[in-house]
């Protein structure tokens, strides 16, 4: 899929291209995987969270694991997607994309806590293909970063810790995006920084972090 045929926005319902029923199970199943990770949530959790009988489960998924997977796989899509999106729609100076960049995925991590917490949490038990398949997801998310990063580093924007090559905006880019995604770890119902705080400031960190100050 292109960017200019992009329709997955972050919200929608999960899996992609999926069933109302398969749907509603996948709702349900996200709520419980947050409440108590996958490990502790049984299919029949699952299916009475939806007023369906275990069985049901089975009629649209091969396993729990393979909605566990489908849930993780498609949550990551919809926010690399969007990502290209938007990194596409700013324009090419480094600084704006990288704080555009920042601030989307805070506004994902916080304003969508339950699917980041569970995408970033729980895929750590996918094995085999299936975990190879979303980690080349991650890898990409993280590499649009440090492209952005190493752009700037060539037009003398960003000072990088390590030299101004690609390792170094790599390393960037990995601690940028996992201090934006373990937002979801620690932010609370009540907490006292609203959405554009959280983003303002995390922006300004990563900026901070790649040798920029701002008055």
Known sequence: MTIADSHLDLGDPLPIDGTAIQMRLAEA??????????????????????????????????SKDHLLYLVVRDIHRQVDEQLGVLLAGVGDDPTAQLTAAVKFLVSHTAGFKKRSRVANREFTLLTGSRRQEVTALRRHLRDRFAEVILAGAHRGQF?????????????????????????????????????????????????????????
């Open 29 to 62: 199943a996200i709520d419980l995987f947050y409440e108590r990770g996958a490990l502790a949530t049984t299919v029949r959790d699952i299916t009475h969270a939806c007023g369906l009988t275990p069985g049901a489960l089975y009629n649209h998924f091969a």
């Open 159 to 215: 000072q990088l810790v390590g030299g101004q090559d690609l390792g170094a905006a790599t390393m960037h880019a990995a601690t940028i995006t996992t201090m934006c995604v373990r937002i979801s770890e620690w932010t609370l119902v009540n907490y006292p920084l609203t959405m554009e705080d959280l983003q303002d400031q995390h922006a300004e960190l990563a900026l901070r972090m790649l040798g920029v100050r701002r008055d």
